[in-house]
């Protein structure tokens, strides 16, 4: 609910019984799509946006034409990512991925989807840009924050 109300237009809960890798990936694919079609003609500010004082947010703070697609995935979730990444068009949406992996594997494993996916995928480098036709995995053991300047969306790590 948190997500949702911060402009998230879509969340996937991890499941609680068992599951197969296929299934995540079909409602993960689902979901993907009706997101990318949302409409959204304003965002809301945040809450400590909405504490500033009158006539001190300018609208580049709060609204963007720019979309971005978060994906979070456990250990096992390599091969469902995988799966996601190679149906994206090219035109898709930048996306930032924080992937369950340890240190010095994230790098091989964003080169090894780079190979067999239409769109970039790299490891994200601190104050990277978020574009179209891009996945930025977050490298491993390290958070990953989406910040946004104007209507720049760009990563922390």
Do not use: W
């Not at 991890?14 to 409409?39: F, H």
């Not at 995935?73 to 149906?87: D, H, Q």
């Not at 994230?106 to 080169?111: H, R």
């Amino acid at each position: 609910m948190e997500a949702l109300e911060n402009g998230a237009v879509e969340v996937l809960t991890k499941p609680g019984g068992s599951y197969t890798v296929g299934d995540m990936c079909i409602q993960l694919k689902e979901k993907i799509r009706a997101a990318a079609k949302a409409k959204l003609d304003r965002l809301r500010p945040s809450s400590s946006l909405l504490q500033a004082p009158a006539g001190m947010i300018a609208n580049s703070l709060i609204e963007t034409t720019q979309k971005v697609i978060a994906i979070g995935a456990s250990t096992g979730g390599t091969e469902a990512l995988k799966e996601v990444l190679m149906s994206m068009p090219l035109n898709i949406p930048g996306i930032v991925v924080v992937q369950h992996m340890p240190a010095h594997f994230t790098m091989a494993f964003a080169e090894r989807l780079n190979k067999c996916c239409q769109i970039e995928v790299r490891e994200a480098k601190d104050g990277d840009s978020v574009l179209n036709g891009q996945a930025l995995i977050a490298p491993g053991n390290f958070h990953m924050l989406l910040r946004r300047s104007g209507a720049r969306y760009f990563v922390n790590i």
